[in-house]
């Protein structure tokens, strides 16, 4: 099976587990997903199967949107309700104008410190280990922008909603906008509704997932790498440098407007990089 399918995942469940049922569901070895979704979060996870899984350093992953629900007053080691509380502050009297001002200082680009709690590797080592040995290490900031950020409710908790770049810690968010409202905070749920193009509408449940839900790769496919349509399909199956009339240093090749191949610009040719056979 080669192809793409929109996920709604549910919590409890890790991305892998993800993979593993579809894996099992499917009969189909080769199954990777395009961006971790933490066990206790929700929402949209795009899963590859078979020859698509060779396309997943060409998907669309750069711009993600999330619904978060931040709760006041505690912070926990792990930024959100599933961690161990490390402090409690009191919450200043807020209201929703308070809110969206706040808010609205996120908007940019930024640098963010990911949390202990996440899968970068620092020396050979993810992260969330050395906090499961209750070890801390030196970790650098990253370079992050959010596009969109707006209150979707206020009862006590925060409701809000975030269109962020890849690499965005919504759990560190949540913290920030806290300490900026003059409190701590924590994040309580989490709920991906969207990633590049693709909504969560889309996506389906694995319970009712069957072999109709799978979608073409080109769907997901990063739009910022140029799609050119070509007729020479054997020399493309066969790995052969080509001559094409544009500039740009990687390209989707298709034929029938089906993925053949990721070329990339050498000299004055182009060079297979990826292949899908």
């Keep these: ?162 269109v962020v770049s890849s690499g965005t810690y919504i759990r560190v968010l949540c913290e920030d906008i806290a300490e900026k409202l003059g409190t701590v905070g924590t994040m309580s749920s989490l709920v991906r509704t969207k990633i590049g193009n693709v909504s969560l509408a889309d996506a389906t449940t694995l319970d009712n997932l069957t072999e109709e839900n799978l979608r073409e790769i080109e769907d997901v496919i990063n739009p910022a790498y140029p799609r050119i349509e070509v007729e020479c399909v054997k020399e493309i199956m066969q790995g052969k440098r080509i001559k094409l009339d544009c500039e740009d240093d990687i390209v989707i090749l298709t034929h029938q407007h089906k993925v053949l191949a990721a070329y990339e610009k050498e000299g004055n040719e182009y060079r297979s990089k990826r292949g899908l056979w």
Excluded at 19 to 41: F, Q, W, Y
């Design 1 to 162: 099976m080669d192809g793409v399918y929109y996920i709604n995942k549910t919590k409890n469940m890790t991305s892998f587990d993800v993979c593993a049922k579809i894996r099992r569901m499917m009969k189909e070895k080769s199954v990777g997903h395009t961006g971790t979704l933490d066990p206790n979060a929700e929402g949209l996870l795009i899963v590859l199967l078979g020859k698509s899984c060779k396309c997943l350093p060409y998907c669309e992953h750069s711009k993600k949107e999330y619904i978060a629900t931040l709760k006041l007053g505690v912070k926990t080691d792990t930024g959100d309700i599933w961690g161990e509380v490390i402090n409690e502050k009191e919450v200043p009297h807020l209201d929703r104008i308070q809110i969206e001002e706040v808010l609205t200082t996120f908007l940019g680009e930024q640098e963010q410190l990911p949390p202990m709690v996440s899968a970068i590797k620092v020396d050979g080592k993810r992260l969330y280990e050395y906090h499961r040995e209750g070890k801390t290490v030196e970790v650098k900031p990253r370079q992050i922008t959010i596009d969109e950020i707006e209150c979707l409710m206020f009862d006590g908790e925060i409701k809000f909603r975030a």
